[in-house]
């Protein structure tokens, strides 16, 4: 058989989950616990070459080879921030390239993830949304930006033991909308979770969405880790224009399928994160409704100060404005935090993440139109980048 046939019908056993691994395997002859012993060499020793398997059999490993490969996706550039922040971007073929952030602090070390080349959400204010959508990622490229992340970071440590992990908390805030990616996204998800995975804890894995409700459900039955949901908006019509998502799931659905999701959450209750565009939704009395709305779920704010980029029409709060939005959701006894700013240096913030797009829905074409749309709607103005990062 030619390299290139070989290359065509090998399968990337980073798309599996332990699950699909072990009945992979059982199909191929080999008992459940050998399928384990695969996942640890992929997930906790991070190994991506049969030879170093030195507990398989050299039969089972002679079979890897004839049928199977490991592969991440290739980081085309790393970044390192003065404040120990990292990005990646990775390559995931025919032009398309998406960005991993690491943000390491005293207690916890933070991988934000992407599932999508490019976003379909359209989202005004973030420059993934601009870029248009070229296509899910798969399952491997999913987790192969955590394993190779985490494999990185211990090599550069000199860390050897599979227990000892840099990355303590993985959330799905990269570019993309993970709730669009689920057939990928619960797959990975599970691998985060499982003790032949990565074993982490379902409190230290947090998808963020934009709100599509539907599939909040689905994430609640299959994989119910933290949510974290991005609101935005204290109505609908402000959420209408600065999220399109809203005009199909307005706030009273949203609002709706949290409180369902609670009943399933690790934690008990939802992240609301809130962006801070300024004289857009930052008033004192859009807190106000905000609490209102939030009335009856249990939750949590973060509240983001927008990160401008280049052209996008819309302008940072004021500090002042965003202090006494925090106090006033304080002060109805709504934890608030509000994201720290990191990683100025190497563009690595919430809505910044760009990477390469081959935009196939021609949302780049349109974007002098949106830029336009939004300098009319809020009389806004651009400014140059500043960055943020994910506190919980
Ligand atoms: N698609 C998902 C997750 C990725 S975006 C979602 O929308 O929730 C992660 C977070 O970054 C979201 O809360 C998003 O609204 C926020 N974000 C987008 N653009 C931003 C910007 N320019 N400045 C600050 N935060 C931004
Ligand atoms: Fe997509 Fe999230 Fe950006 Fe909206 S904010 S365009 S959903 S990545």
Same mark, same amino acid.
Request: with cysteine; hydrophobic share 35%; glycine share 6%.
């Given at each position: 058989m030619s390299e290139q046939l070989d290359q065509d019908v090998r399968i990337n056993l980073l798309d599996m989950d332990v699950e699909k691994i072990k009945s992979w395997c059982a199909q191929h002859g080999e008992k459940p616990f050998r399928a384990i012993q695969l996942a640890r060499w992929m997930h906790r020793f991070l190994v991506d070459d049969f030879d170093q398997m030195t507990n398989l059999a050299k039969s089972f490993r002679a079979k890897l080879k004839d049928l199977a490969y490991i592969k991440a996706p290739s980081p085309i550039t790393e970044k390192k921030s003065a404040d120990g922040t990292r990005k990646w971007l990775f390559d995931v073929g025919n032009g398309n390239a998406v960005e991993s952030v690491f943000i390491p602090e005293d207690d916890r070390g933070t991988l934000c993830i992407s599932t999508q080349a490019g976003c379909p959400m359209g989202c005004l204010f973030c420059s993934t949304g601009k870029q248009g959508f070229n296509r899910n990622l798969a399952t491997s490229e999913i987790v192969g930006q955590l394993w190779y992340a985490e494999r990185e970071l211990r090599q550069e440590a000199g860390i050897t033991d599979p227990n000892d992990r840099i990355i303590s908390n993985v959330v799905l805030m990269g570019m993309g909308e993970p709730l669009q990616n689920l057939d990928n996204v619960i797959p990975a998800l599970k691998l985060f979770l499982d003790d032949n995975g990565y074993g982490l804890s379902r409190r230290r894995v947090t998808v963020s969405t934009s709100g599509l409700v539907n599939q909040m459900d689905k994430l609640g039955e299959a994989a119910p880790v933290a949510l974290a949901v991005s609101l935005h908006?204290?109505?609908?019509?402000?959420?209408?224009?600065?999220?399109?998502?809203?005009?199909?799931?307005?706030?009273?659905?949203?609002?709706?399928?949290?409180?369902?999701?609670?009943?399933?959450?690790?934690? /008990?209750?939802?992240?609301?994160?809130?962006? %801070?565009? *300024?004289? +857009?939704? #930052?008033?004192?009395?859009? !807190?106000?409704? @905000?609490?209102?709305?939030?009335?009856?779920?249990?939750?949590?704010?973060?509240?983001?100060?927008?990160?401008?980029?280049?052209?996008?029409?819309?302008?940072?709060?004021?500090?002042?404005?965003?202090?006494?939005?925090?106090?006033?959701?304080?002060?109805?006894?709504?934890?608030?935090?509000?994201?720290?700013?990191?990683?100025? /240096?190497?563009?690595?913030?919430?809505?910044? %993440?760009? *990477?390469? +797009?081959? #935009?196939?829905?021609?949302? !780049?074409?349109? @974007?002098?139109?949106?830029?336009?749309?939004?300098?009319?709607?809020?009389?806004?103005?651009?400014?140059?980048?500043?960055?943020?990062?994910?506190?919980?």
């Open positions: 908006a204290p109505d609908d019509a402000l959420r209408d224009k600065l999220m399109p998502v809203n005009r199909k799931h307005p706030l009273g659905q949203l609002m709706a399928a949290c409180r369902r999701y609670l009943k399933v959450a690790p934690r /008990d209750f939802i992240t609301f994160e809130y962006l %801070l565009l *300024g004289g +857009v939704n #930052d008033d004192p009395e859009q !807190a106000r409704e @905000l609490i209102r709305l939030v009335r009856d779920v249990p939750c949590k704010f973060n509240l983001i100060p927008f990160n401008p980029f280049p052209d996008s029409g819309l302008s940072k709060p004021e500090r002042q404005r965003v202090l006494d939005f925090a106090r006033i959701l304080n002060e109805a006894g709504i934890v608030t935090t509000v994201r720290k700013t990191r990683g100025d /240096d190497i563009d690595a913030a919430c809505g910044q %993440l760009a *990477g390469e +797009v081959k #935009d196939r829905t021609r949302r !780049a074409q349109r @974007l002098v139109l949106q830029k336009e749309q939004a300098r009319d709607v809020f009389a806004g103005k651009g400014e140059s980048c500043a960055r943020g990062d994910f506190h919980e």
